[in-house]
């Protein structure tokens, strides 16, 4: 069981249940769209970004990312922490058909998966703690071709892929993830790997 001081959002009751067998947390269900009416919800939400910080993981479907940012959008102060799960096309066992997009949820997920997807984050669940480093810049991102080049975004659903991301994710909230699991010497090293996988 895994000890976590931030309170963790999730979309539904058995993304919860999923985690209530692997973290011990506040663990608050947003019941999907649910979120976008629920005052109180969300001004508990509020709370517990000032308090502890919040951590939120949600789908990795347009779903999941519509009520993830609803939720960055509806929090302005205190500590938000970004959790992203990897596409992984599935179903879930409890139901009949895939989702829409044919993406497994947060209950779908393996628990290396889910720990994976903790750490990638920054948020540590084991004994090792990574040291501080030089973050990684817009520029640099720029300059290994990442972003505002021919062929950039090509490039970032690729990295993304290589490193388990979803890809929706957007450039800034690559750099983001990017930061709390490497520094420039190690983007380089990744991006390096990723094009002789690719040849």
Known sequence: MIKLHEAVIVEGKYDKIRLSSLIDAVIIVTDGFGIFK??????LIRYYAEKTGIVILTDSDSAGFIIRNHIKGAVRKGSIKNVYIPDIFGKEKRKI????????????????????????????????????????????????????????????????????????????????????????????????KMQDKGR
């Open 38 to 43: 629920d005052k109180e919800k969300l001004a």
């Open 97 to 192: 058909k895939p989702s829409a997009e044919g993406k497994l949820g947060v209950e779908g997920m393996d628990t290396k998966v889910l720990i994976e997807a903790f750490e990638k984050a920054g948020i540590r669940t084991g004994e090792s703690i990574v040291e501080e480093h030089k973050k990684i810049t817009k520029s640099d991102m720029f300059s290994l071709g990442l972003s505002g080049g021919k062929g950039s975004s090509d490039k970032r659903r690729m990295l993304l892929n290589y490193l388990k991301l979803p890809e929706m994710l957007s450039a800034n909230s690559m750099l983001e993830v990017l930061n709390t699991m490497t520094d420039l010497e190690g983007l380089k090293q990744m991006t390096e």
